[in-house]
C-alpha cells in the first residue's frame, strides 16, 4: 500500500467521482429526451435518505440501492406526468420538488440521523489489484465505483450504437419526426425520465452508504445542482460529462489539500474556486456556441473551426418544450 | 360553472390535498395531528413575543418575493436570491464596521442599507449579464454566485472581521449596542424593517402594475421577441427587473445585520430567499397577494419551530407543507385551464 501520494489522490477523485457521475448520466439520459429534470437536489437527498433508512432497517445494502432507486424513479415519474403530461413549466415544477423533497428528507429521515449504518463493503478485484500503480488506482474500490467506471461506455454506446439510443437522441431533438415515423414520443419520454431518475437515485445511495456513510440534514445539498451544471458544461456528451465530474472533484481535492500550504490562501476561497471556474467555463462554451459567433468563427481554418465545434456542442433542439401528440 | 368560482374551487381543493397529504406524513412522527397543525398555524401567534419573532421573518421574505415578483414578470427565474441577500448583508456589515463612536447613527443605518441594495443589485445585475451576453441559463449562474457569495461571507466570518481570538460559525463580533436598530419594548423585533418591507411593497405593486415601465416588464416576461418587435427595448427592461430584485434581497440582507443579527453571520439568507421564490410561484405576478401568502408562510414557518419541543416533530414538516401548496396549486392551475380548452 506503499503508493505515491499522487496515486492515492486519483484514486480518491475516481471514488468521490462516483455518486457525481450516476447523478449526471441520470440527467444526461433525462435531457437526452428533451426534459429538464430540475428536482434532482432534493430527489438525491430524499433517495438517499430512504436508502440508508431501508440498508440500517433491513441490514441490506442492495435493498438500500433498491429502494432509493425506487424513490428516485417516483419524483422522476412526477416530473414526468406534471412536465410531459400537464405540460406545466419543468423549471417551477423541478425547483419546487426540488425544495420538498429536500424538506421530506428531513422530516422523514429525522429518526435515522447520525445513526451507523450498514455500508458498501470494499472489494478489491483478486488479482488485478496488486497491479504496480493501475491496481491502486483501479482495482482496490468497491463495486459501486466499479460500476461507475463502467456505466459511461456503456450508456455512451447505448445512445449512438443502438436503434433505442436514437429513439432517445430523436425524443431531445425531432420528437415530431419520430412521431410521425410510429413512435409513442409521450411513453418514451416517461420511460427515460424514470431512468433517469432509477440513476438519480442511485446517486443518492451512493453518498449515504457508501461515500459519506451515514444520513444527516441535508448533508449533500448542493451536489444536484453541482451535476445539472456539470451536465451542460459537458455538453450533453457522456464522455465530457465524465470529465466535469472528475474535474470537480480534482477542484475540490485541490482545495482540501492546499489548505495547509505555505502561499495563505484562505480555505473559503479555495472551496468556491470550483464554482467560479464551473461559470467562466459554462460562459466561454455557451459564448462561442452562440449562433452570432458561429458565423464569424466560419472565417477561421477548418481544422480549429471543428475543435471549437467540439468544444460547444449545443442542447437537444427540443430540451424542456413539451410535445403534443395529435 | 363561473370561470373565477370554478378556479376558486379548485384552489380550495388543492390546499385540502396539500393539508392532507401533510396529516399523512404527520402521523408517521405523531399521533396528534390536530395538536400539530394548531401548533403550525396558530403557535406563531400565541404570545407578543412569538408575534414579534414571526413579523421578524415576515419582513425579509416579503422584500424577497416583492422583488422575485418583479424579476418573475420579466421571465426570470432568479435562483440568486440568497446570494444577493448574502452580499447585502456583507457590504452593510462592511459599512457598520467603520463606525466610531459619538457619530450620528442613523447615518451608517442609512448607509449600510443603500451598501446593501448596491451590493445585491451588482450580484443580479453579473446574473443578467451572464445570461444575456454568455447564454449561461441564470438558475445556474444564480445558484453559482450564491456559493460564491457564501463563499465571501464564510471567509469574512472566519478571516479578516473574526472575533479577537475565536473564529466561530456564530459570526463576527458583534456591532456596538448603538448601532443595533431599536426594537419594540419587550420583544426583539426592529420596528423599522416591517415598515420598510410595507413601504416596499406599495411602492413596487404600483411601479410594477400601475407604470409603463412596469407594463413593459411584464411584455418582456411574456415573450422577449414579441415586445422587441414592438420597440420595447427588452434587454434593458430584463436588467432592471432583475437589479431591482437584487436591490430588494439587498436591502433584506442589510436589514438582517442591522435588526436581526448585529453581526455578520455566515448564512445570512438561511433559506429566506428560496422561501420567497416559493410565494413568488404561487402568487404569479400578482403581488397583491405577496403579502398574503408571506404572511401565511411566516406563520407556518414560526410556528413549526415549537414543534420539536411540544411534539418532538421536526419542523421541517413546515417546508414540507409549504412545497405541497404550492405544488397542488400550480398542478390545480393546469387542471383549470385544461377544462377549459
Keep these: 500500500m506503499n503508493s505515491p501520494q499522487l496515486v492515492t489522490d486519483i484514486a480518491a477523485i475516481i471514488a468521490m467521482s462516483a455518486p457525481l457521475v450516476f447523478a449526471t448520466m441520470g440527467i444526461y439520459i433525462t435531457e437526452r429526451a428533451g426534459v429538464i429534470n430540475l428536482s434532482v437536489d432534493g430527489a438525491m437527498l430524499l433517495a438517499g435518505m430512504a436508502g440508508f433508512a431501508v440498508a440500517l432497517l433491513t441490514s441490506s445494502v442492495v435493498l438500500g440501492f433498491l429502494a432509493a432507486s425506487v424513490v428516485g424513479a417516483l419524483v422522476a415519474a412526477l416530473v414526468a406526468f406534471l412536465g410531459i403530461s400537464l405540460r406545466l413549466s419543468q423549471t417551477a415544477v423541478g425547483f419546487v420538488l426540488a425544495l420538498l423533497c429536500t424538506d421530506l428528507s428531513s422530516f422523514l429521515g429525522n429518526p435515522y440521523v447520525q445513526q451507523t449504518g450498514p455500508a458498501v463493503a470494499a472489494f478489491p478485484v483478486p488479482g488485478l489489484r496488486d497491479l504496480p500503480v493501475l491496481g491502486r488506482l483501479f482495482f482496490q474500490h468497491d463495486m459501486v465505483i466499479y460500476t461507475s467506471m463502467v456505466i459511461v461506455p456503456l450508456i455512451a454506446w447505448w445512445v449512438y450504437r443502438t436503434r433505442s439510443g436514437l429513439i432517445l437522441r430523436g425524443l431531445g431533438e425531432r420528437p415530431e419526426a419520430l412521431f410521425a415515423r410510429g413512435v409513442d414520443v409521450i411513453r418514451a419520454r416517461y420511460m427515460a425520465v424514470i431512468l433517469g431518475g432509477v440513476l438519480i437515485g442511485i446517486a443518492g445511495a451512493a453518498y449515504t452508504l457508501d461515500l459519506k456513510q451515514g444520513w444527516t440534514y441535508r448533508h449533500i445539498a448542493g451536489t444536484g445542482w453541482i451535476a445539472l451544471a456539470i451536465v451542460i458544461f459537458g455538453a450533453w456528451r457522456p464522455w465530457r460529462v465524465l470529465f466535469g465530474c472528475y474535474l470537480f472533484a480534482l477542484l475540490q481535492t485541490l482545495a482540501s489539500r492546499l489548505q495547509d500550504n505555505t502561499w495563505q490562501i484562505p480555505t473559503q476561497v479555495l472551496q468556491v474556486a470550483p464554482f467560479v471556474i464551473m461559470i467562466v467555463v459554462l460562459a466561454v462554451v455557451n459564448t462561442l456556441g452562440s449562433a452570432e459567433m458561429q458565423t464569424r468563427l466560419q472565417r477561421l481554418p477548418t481544422g480549429l473551426q471543428r475543435i471549437l465545434r467540439y468544444i460547444t456542442s449545443p442542447a437537444p433542439a427540443a430540451l424542456g418544450q413539451p410535445f403534443e401528440q395529435q | ?341
Design chain 2, 1 to 341: 360553472m363561473n370561470v373565477t368560482i370554478r378556479s376558486h374551487m379548485t384552489t380550495i381543493v388543492a390546499l385540502g390535498t396539500a393539508l392532507l397529504v401533510t396529516a399523512v406524513l404527520l402521523l408517521t412522527s405523531s399521533s396528534d395531528v390536530l395538536h400539530a397543525f394548531a401548533i403550525l398555524f396558530w403557535g406563531a401567534l400565541t404570545s407578543p413575543s412569538r408575534i414579534a419573532d414571526m413579523v421578524m421573518l415576515m419582513s425579509p421574505l416579503l422584500l424577497c418575493a416583492i422583488g422575485l415578483s418583479v424579476s418573475f414578470s420579466a421571465g426570470q427565474y432568479n435562483l440568486g436570491i440568497e446570494g444577493q441577500m448574502t452580499v447585502g448583508g456583507v457590504a452593510a456589515m462592511g459599512l457598520l464596521r467603520m463606525y466610531a463612536e459619538g457619530q450620528a447613527p442613523y447615518l451608517y443605518w442609512l448607509f449600510a442599507i443603500i451598501a446593501g441594495m448596491l451590493m445585491g443589485l451588482v450580484w443580479a445585475l453579473l446574473v443578467a449579464a451572464l445570461k444575456r451576453y454568455t447564454h449561461v441559463s441564470e438558475i445556474f449562474a444564480g445558484l453559482g454566485l450564491n456559493f460564491v457569495a457564501l463563499g465571501a461571507s464564510l471567509y469574512l466570518v472566519f478571516g479578516p472581521w473574526k472575533r479577537p481570538g475565536v473564529a466561530s460559525m456564530s459570526g463576527t463580533e458583534p456591532l456596538a449596542d448603538i448601532l443595533w436598530l431599536p426594537t419594540l419594548t419587550g420583544t426583539r423585533l426592529a420596528w423599522l424593517t416591517p415598515i420598510i418591507a410595507l413601504v416596499a411593497l406599495v411602492v413596487v405593486w404600483r411601479i410594477l402594475r400601475q407604470s409603463h415601465w412596469g407594463l413593459q416588464v411584464r411584455a418582456c416576461g411574456l415573450s422577449p421577441l414579441a415586445s422587441t418587435r414592438m420597440g420595447i427595448p427588452a434587454t434593458r427592461r430584463t436588467f432592471q427587473a432583475m437589479a431591482l430584485c437584487g436591490a430588494l434581497a439587498g436591502l433584506a440582507g442589510a436589514l438582517q445585520i442591522i435588526g436581526v443579527y448585529h453581526a455578520l453571520v455566515p448564512n445570512v439568507a438561511s433559506g429566506i430567499g428560496l422561501m420567497g421564490l416559493l410565494v413568488a410561484l404561487l402568487v404569479r405576478a400578482d403581488i397583491r397577494f405577496v403579502p398574503v401568502v408571506a404572511f401565511f408562510f411566516a406563520i407556518i414557518t414560526s410556528g413549526s419551530i415549537q414543534l420539536p419541543l411540544s411534539l418532538s416533530i421536526d419542523s421541517s414538516i413546515s417546508g414540507v407543507l409549504q412545497g405541497l401548496i404550492v405544488l397542488a396549486v400550480i398542478v390545480s392551475r393546469a387542471l383549470t385551464k385544461e377544462g377549459q380548452s
